[in-house]
């Protein structure tokens, strides 16, 4: 096994739990139906949290290159997933057996504990894409750095601003962000 392939293990570990606590909120929220009260913005924002993920799953890919893998290297990209489970986690409400699921106030409530924590890892994902460009060389990384500053700057607006409308727009603009970030930042693995 090479060291990218064992590393990368670590990684998917990682982003799969974060996937499956997701994927599980949004099947106890089907399930719970009759008693949610839907956001849209909330709603958004958990699209956000699956494109955060399978994002550092094919932006990992363009590490494959880097042959040397140094415990710095595993840790800041370690720390960097950590961040994406940690959205996740605080972006999926917690859905009980018996009363309304209100994400409209969850929204309301919790939007700056789950909007923080994806600027950590927007912040995380420019670190590490400059980190492994300057000391790697790993290409690409420039125009994925300008596309995560713009889903950062997208997910600001949405944490400091009150307004309604900000708060409508900036999931939109942040998931079209990642739209462009597979589309034109990282479109292919090869």
């Excluded at 982003?15 to 909120?25: D, G, I, M």
């Excluded at 489970?85 to 917690?94: A, E, H, M, T």
């Excluded at 994806?118 to 990384?141: C, D, H, R, T």
Aim: glycine share 8%; net charge neutral.
């Amino acid at each position: 096994m090479a060291a990218f392939e064992h590393v990368m293990v670590l990684m998917s570990f990682v982003l799969a739990l974060a996937l499956t606590h997701l994927l599980t909120t949004i099947i106890a929220l089907i399930r719970a139906r009759d008693r949610v009260r839907l956001s849209w913005i909330h709603l958004g924002w958990m699209v956000f949290g699956l494109f955060i993920t399978v994002g550092w799953w094919v932006g990992m890919w363009d590490f494959h290159v880097v042959s040397h893998w140094t415990t710095l290297n595993i840790w800041i990209s370690l720390i960097a997933v950590v961040t994406t489970y940690l959205y996740i986690g605080l972006v999926c409400p917690k859905v009980l057996d018996v009363g309304t699921i209100d994400l409209v106030e969850f929204h309301d409530r919790h939007r700056h504990e789950y909007l923080s924590a994806g600027i950590v890892s927007g912040v995380m994902g420019a670190v590490v894409a400059l980190y492994f460009q300057y000391w790697y060389q790993v290409p690409g990384q420039t125009l994925q750095v300008i596309i995560i500053g713009a889903l950062v700057i997208s997910t600001t607006a949405g944490l400091v601003s009150p307004n309604k409308w900000v708060q409508r727009i900036s999931p939109i603009l942040a998931n079209a962000g990642w739209v462009l970030f597979f589309l034109i930042g990282d479109p292919a693995l090869t």
